[in-house]
């Protein structure tokens, strides 16, 4: 099957003088856990940087006054733990009635993989059938080795690094470009929604058409980086991409901050939290040429 390589990058609707917090969507992060709260606070404070009008993050109750603390800009939702640290019985029932509250779901930044978490997040993804889903870190790992009974009809984005992406096929780390572009199509077409294989040279895929990503450094190879692209490309899809387009213009966004924040401080001491610093930047640089186009 003959494959689209897209090159010029979508655009963002223009935020309209009449909009509001609930124009620009509402994005549901479920992340962290215990010793990896950070991921959650990354992920969230992304899609708030990323222009998402509201953000909720569902993190494990024992992290949860640690996340809440760490940005006032989102509001948090605690799932019920035992006292080994497993969640609780009924907390995907209550976790949905959240979702159906939201326009996005992005699931998996530090939740771990205890068998319990495994349980709750396969179990999170055969219910939540109609809101577009970010799948990444932990949440990958759940449906590790992919089978067909998680095929997806409603959109959504696998975000895996190359090591996640073989436990993901079963298969071996591709190892050139041409195996990236080859091998993301066909699990693009495997799963049902897109692939985003990142790396030097992140492929985006939904099975006939792909994108190769030219922004980013060495220096963003640094725990949470990817923490804060699933944050990115949720916000994106909330303010009316489609999965593809915002995976599209999520990975060029987050490696261009990338660039910004290595050009400022160097790549050697670039952490995760200097991209979420120079996400403003890096829209500001595309609202001014969205505006000269029109």
């Not at 689209?4 to 223009?14: D, K, N, S, V, W």
């Not at 959650?40 to 990323?50: E, F, P, Q, W």
């Not at 610093?277 to 640089?285: G, I, K």
């Amino acid at each position: 099957m003959s494959r689209m390589r897209i090159q010029e990058l979508p655009a963002l609707p223009p935020r309209a003088p009449e909009g509001h917090k609930g124009t620009y969507g509402t994005i549901l992060v479920v992340a962290g856990s215990r010793g990896m709260s950070g991921a959650a606070i990354l992920c969230g404070r992304a899609a708030l940087r990323s222009g998402a009008g509201l953000v909720q993050v569902a993190c494990p109750i024992e992290v949860q006054p640690i996340v809440a603390a760490a940005y006032p800009g989102y509001t948090t939702f605690g799932i019920r733990q035992h006292t080994d640290g497993s969640f609780g019985d009924g907390t995907v029932e209550e976790l949905l009635e959240r979702v159906r509250e939201v326009d996005v779901v992005a699931i998996g930044p530090g939740l771990g993989r205890q068998p319990a978490t495994i349980e709750f997040v396969q179990r999170l993804l055969a219910a939540v059938t109609d809101k577009p889903l970010v799948l990444d870190a932990d949440g990958l790992f759940a449906i590790s080795p992919f089978r067909e009974e998680f095929r997806r009809s409603s959109p959504w984005v696998l975000t895996p690094h190359p090591g996640e992406f073989a436990r993901l096929t079963g298969g071996s780390w591709p190892q050139n470009d041409d195996e990236r572009e080859e091998q993301t199509h066909r699990f693009a077409q495997r799963c049902g929604g897109v692939v985003l294989l990142k790396g030097a040279g992140t492929v985006v895929a939904d099975g006939s058409r792909w994108y190769r990503n030219a922004t980013g450094n060495p220096g963003m190879a640094t725990g949470g980086s990817g923490d804060v692209l699933t944050g990115v490309i949720a916000a994106l899809i909330g303010q009316g991409l489609t999965c593809f387009e915002a995976a599209v213009l999520a990975a060029w966004i987050h490696g261009r901050a990338g660039d910004w924040a290595a050009q400022a401080l160097g790549q050697t001491a670039l952490t995760a939290v200097d991209l979420l610093d120079y996400l403003p930047a890096v829209f500001r640089e595309l609202e001014q040429s969205w505006s000269s186009r029109s």
